[in-house]
């Protein structure tokens, strides 16, 4: 039987990456992106030369605007994974952040995967695997000064699974959260190779991690032996610990 996911965020390099090792695992997959069309579409003329036997469609939304989840699942057949790779974090003082940019936070990391579950709670309880994953993030667990918010909805995200896990288990759905410490990503371009470095150090592994490997833990979760892990937070950190 064919697989297909819905890859939320796969405009980002660990979305994109992620889709690169479904895809080569024989999923099929609906590529969400939000503002960054050509990156998603780059990907999927990719995708569709390398397995010409799968499915690739691509789906824009901003899951921040009032019924935008309920078009956007309105959109897609077979169902039965979900990674929710969205993303995006604000930096200073508790102080100097806006409501607005709380909200915004809120809608992304909180909102949107809850608004999502209600919609596709259905297809995946009817799929042989019913998996979904939430790309989280260390500091849900540990917290970091000057991204006080980032972490308050990460950790919320770990939360949501802690409990939706319960709900959802006799429907064999699984949930969990696979939390990165730093990842080598573009969202990490912003700082010098000084504040790289100085954080390197601090990582047992002496680095930060590859999107592949965080794919890697992604990719475990999907595998049929993985139906007993649920309601968990992974974090996949080089020992960098919460």
Known sequence: MPKSALIVGASGDIGRTIATEMAANG???????????????TLLKQLMRAYPQQDFFELQ?????????????????????VIYAAGATTYGLLPEISASALDHLWQVHVKAPIL???QLQPKLAQSRLGR???????????GS???????????????????????????GITINVVAPGAVDTKMNDQFTPEERAAVAA??????????????????????PAADYMTGQTLYVNGGWLK
Do not use: C
């Open 132 to 142: 979904v994953v939430l790309i989280g993030s260390i500091y849900g667990g540990r």
């Open 145 to 171: 000064a000057l991204e006080v918010p980032y972490s308050t909805v990460k950790g919320a995200q770990s939360a949501f699974v802690n409990a939706y896990a319960q709900e959802v288990a006799s429907l």
């Open 61 to 81: 939304a901003d899951l921040t605007q009032a019924g935008a989840v309920e078009t956007l699942t309105a959109q897609l057949f077979q169902v039965d994974a």
């Open 202 to 223: 601090e990582i047992p592994a002496g680095a930060f991690a590859t999107p592949t490997q965080i794919a890697y833990w992604v990719l475990s979760l999907m595998a």
């Open 116 to 118: 999502l579950m209600q």
């Open 27 to 41: 999923w099929s997959l609906y590529l969400h992106y939000h503002q960054n069309q050509m990156r998603v579409t």
